[in-house]
């Protein structure tokens, strides 16, 4: 199969048979890029671990840094007598029956 010059290009700044460090390989990857969108990239890690195990499992969380666009509304479902407390706490709705017969 016949390449594009800019794949020919590419693959000459790119060893094959060598194993790029993290720091490395992003580099390459912003060196090698040129599409007219924003790409981007997955990576597999193979850890060796059995995910079976409850010890060697792997968990996270991320913070996105822009978010994710949704806002939390917070209803407290209780009596008059919690009503101001809840309201200081700045939830965004507040009541018991109301709300009840709207869900």
Known sequence: M???KRYQL??????????????????????????????AV??????GI?????DQMVKGSVKLPYGTGK???VLVLTRSEKKKEAKEAQT?????????EKI
């Open 50 to 54: 059995d995910p079976k195990r409850t």
């Open 71 to 73: 806002e939390n509304k």
């Open 92 to 100: 965004d709705y507040v009541g018991l029956e109301e709300y009840v």
């Open 2 to 4: 016949k390449r594009s």
């Open 42 to 47: 997955d990576i597999a890690v193979k850890l």
């Open 10 to 39: 590419i693959s000459l700044k790119v060893n094959k048979a060598k194993t790029y460090s993290l720091d490395e390989a992003i580099d390459l990857l912003k060196e090698t890029s040129n599409a007219k969108f924003v790409e």
